[in-house]
């Protein structure tokens, strides 16, 4: 029986990566040896319904049925197969058996019979169905939306609207407001229009001493990256004081959201020209209703005490009010990142009180900045270094530098280091500028990268992972979650093994609503060899 198990993993192996038509095939030979066995036919007849081989499914249930008669989990797989054969009211007279045989069963149950009901137009049976339903869970809003349509397909309108008005709505999470249009945060004074403009200038630097570098030098843009017809070119270098200051409507690059349209931006036109004075009337017929949020709020709630940091209302971040700042999805997706960080215990780490110099973070490719804000506000006497390229440094710098004014700044161009380490602050590096003598003679105490090494070519992903362990600190880590796990293979996390004794896999969490890539946690660096490999790299 042991070699029956093997295959049987190996079967569910190939279902786990969507290989449904192998897996069938698996159980299928499995349940040929061994007829009848509970376990390999409820394997067998779920992927044969996946794969539309419904009258296999529905021959093995009842095959099985002859051994357990009784069971309600093989009786429901012989009423999916029934469904997917159009014999719907088989298929109720099978789920009222498993009904009987679990009284008084789940609200589901119930409404999976009323459902069928209605299908076959038996409209008052559907609606004692559903009726039972809210009588196992009165506050069942699929109970509710199910009478609604019931009662519209029996033409009865009075009655789907009462049962709509009447459906509970779920409680109102603490500290949620209205939403937040754009004018209503987008304020940019004169003075930090004026910081802007500096941030620009040592931007524009950057840029211009990059061109002196081969054209095979790692620091030049490629992989994704390759820069041809930049954002920065087309929004900020123009220096537009309207685009500034709505600075969160042009960061979509970064986060893999359009913030202004509520949609993802994959395989939608890219925001890389000033939008309209008129947007907030464009956005006002975009808002999702309120309700939507409740579950973003409630996420929020939940987190350890003082980790829920919402988004600042600046630059036009619009949401909801919420907690004297501003929630959207792009909120929740920083969380995700934050709260791994949270967990392994690396913000406490950071703000040891015995800590007598400010703890260095550094982050490759920080984006416009939001996670860089977070652990600013966690750990104010961070010293927070960003490594990115300058047309990217220039959004998180414009952000940072705004929302933390008070800061000691910096910009690190090639040839240069870090000579602020010692204050609170910001340092701001060309990706170029990355080297082993960055720090001078301070490490780095935690190391950030999410979503952007799976997207660089190996060879820059190799140079930052030597970089980071030579410049790390012995007690130090380097987080990164990329989603570049693919087929079975960590396309990052083979580059940077060779400098990092210690590598330990970030257990996968949904992170609430967005996954945030498969991460490791590097510590224990190898700092000679990371050095030595660093000047190979950079030739």
């Not at 040839?415 to 204050?423: I, S, V």
């Amino acid at each position: 029986m042991s070699g029956v198990h093997n295959s049987l993993s190996l079967g569910q192996a190939l279902a786990a990566v969507g290989r449904h038509a192998e897996a069938l095939e698996v159980g299928k030979s499995l349940l040929a040896a061994e007829p009848g066995d509970l376990t390999l036919t409820q394997f067998a007849a779920t992927y044969a319904l996946k794969c539309g081989e419904a009258a296999y499914a529905e021959d093995v249930a009842r095959q099985a049925l002859v051994r357990h008669p009784s069971d309600p989990a093989l009786l429901t797989l012989l009423a999916d197969a029934l469904v997917a054969l159009g014999r719907h009211r088989e298929a109720i007279a099978c789920l009222e058996r498993t009904l009987a045989l679990r009284s008084p069963g789940q609200p589901a149950d119930h409404i999976r019979i009323g459902r069928l009901a209605h299908y076959l137009g038996d409209h008052d049976t559907a609606v004692t169905w559903f009726l039972s339903a809210l009588a196992l869970d009165p506050d069942s809003a699929e109970a509710y939306d199910a009478l609604s349509k019931v009662s519209n397909s029996a033409s009865r309108p009075e009655a789907a609207r009462e049962w709509r008005e009447s459906k509970p709505q779920p409680p109102e999470p603490e500290g949620l407001g209205d939403f937040v249009n754009s004018e209503a945060v987008s304020e940019l004074s004169d003075a930090e229009y004026r910081r802007a403009l500096t941030c620009l200038d040592a931007i524009d630097s950057m840029i211009a001493s990059r061109q002196a570098l081969p054209a095979s030098h790692v620091g030049r843009p490629s992989g994704q990256w390759d820069l041809k017809d930049s954002l920065y070119s087309r929004v900020l270098q123009p220096r537009d004081r309207d685009v500034i200051r709505k600075l969160r409507f042009y960061t979509q690059e970064f986060t893999g959201l359009r913030l202004p349209f509520f949609d993802a931006a994959r395989g939608r036109p890219r925001i890389d020209f000033k939008l309209p004075a008129e947007m907030d009337a464009i956005v006002s017929l975009l808002v999702p209703e309120r309700e939507s949020s409740f579950a973003h709020a409630s996420y929020m709630n939940a987190l350890p005490e003082g980790l829920a940091i919402p988004s600042p209302g600046k630059f036009a971040e619009i949401g909801w009010d919420f907690r004297g700042g501003i929630l959207n999805l792009e909120t929740l997706y920083v969380h995700t990142h934050l709260l791994e960080i949270f967990r392994y215990g690396l913000i406490d780490m950071l703000a040891a009180p015995e800590r007598k110099a400010p703890p260095v973070v550094l982050e490759i490719g920080a984006g416009y900045g939001a996670l860089a804000y977070r652990l600013a506000r966690l750990v104010p006497n961070i010293r927070y270094v960003v490594v990115d390229l300058p047309e990217s440094l220039a959004f998180s710098a414009i952000y940072l530098t705004t929302l933390f004014p008070e800061a000691a700044v910096e910009f690190v161009d090639i040839g240069g280091r870090c000579a602020q380490l010692d204050q609170p602050g910001f340092s701001f590096v060309s990706n170029a500028a990355f080297a082993p003598d960055l720090l001078g003679s301070s490490a780095i105490d935690l190391a950030l990268n999410t979503m952007s090494l799976g997207e660089m070519s190996d060879r820059q992903v190799e140079t930052y992972g030597a970089g980071v362990a030579a410049m790390m600190a012995e007690t130090g880590a380097f987080l990164e979650q990329n989603h570049s796990c693919l087929d079975g293979f960590d396309y990052v996390g083979r580059l940077i093994a060779p400098y990092f004794e210690q590598r330990q896999a970030i257990e996968k969490r949904p992170g609430g609503f967005i996954f945030p890539g498969q991460g490791h946690l590097w510590s224990r660096p190898r700092a000679a060899t990371a050095r030595a490999h660093f000047a190979e790299l950079i030739r």
